[in-house]
């Protein structure tokens, strides 16, 4: 009986050492995973400064206002160019092709097939009766 309990107690020992083994090393490569996405967190903030800097710098308004001047043919807005909503036209009821909606509502059919004669399609899009 006594060679069972210390069998069982050495059994029991070596589980538990192993469990904390297991337990340490996890808990050490986890920290170290903590310390890589820190390190991966400061970079991209850092990264965000720079570029937060970047987008200050080119959104200067003389810096835009030059570019403008540059590349946009922009002029003041003339008393002349505002109007009033009732010079606005109205949205027209049918759309300008002249179709009056027929071919937006019209419904999607596939054509029947001919008549006593089956085609088949080949690679250069001709038609080709099959006997």
Do not use: C
Not at 42 to 59: Q, T, Y
Not at 110 to 122: E, I, L, V, Y
Request: net charge positive; no cysteine.
């Amino acid at each position: 009986m006594l060679r069972f309990v210390t069998l069982f107690v050495f059994i029991l020992l070596f589980g538990v050492s192993a469990g904390l083994y297991h337990v340490k090393y996890s808990v050490d490569r986890m920290e170290r995973q903590g310390l890589n996405l820190k390190a991966k967190i400061a970079d991209e903030k850092a990264a965000m400064r720079i570029l937060e800097a970047e987008w200050s710098s080119l959104n200067r308004p003389d810096r835009l206002q030059k570019l403008s001047q540059r590349y946009l043919e922009l002029a003041p807005v003339q008393v002349t160019q505002v109007v009033g909503f009732a010079a606005i036209p109205e949205k027209p009821s049918e759309p300008a092709d002249g179709t009056g909606g027929l071919l937006a509502n019209a419904p999607m059919q596939m054509p029947a097939p001919a008549q006593g004669k089956a085609f088949a399609s080949t690679p250069a899009s001709t038609f080709v009766e099959i006997r």
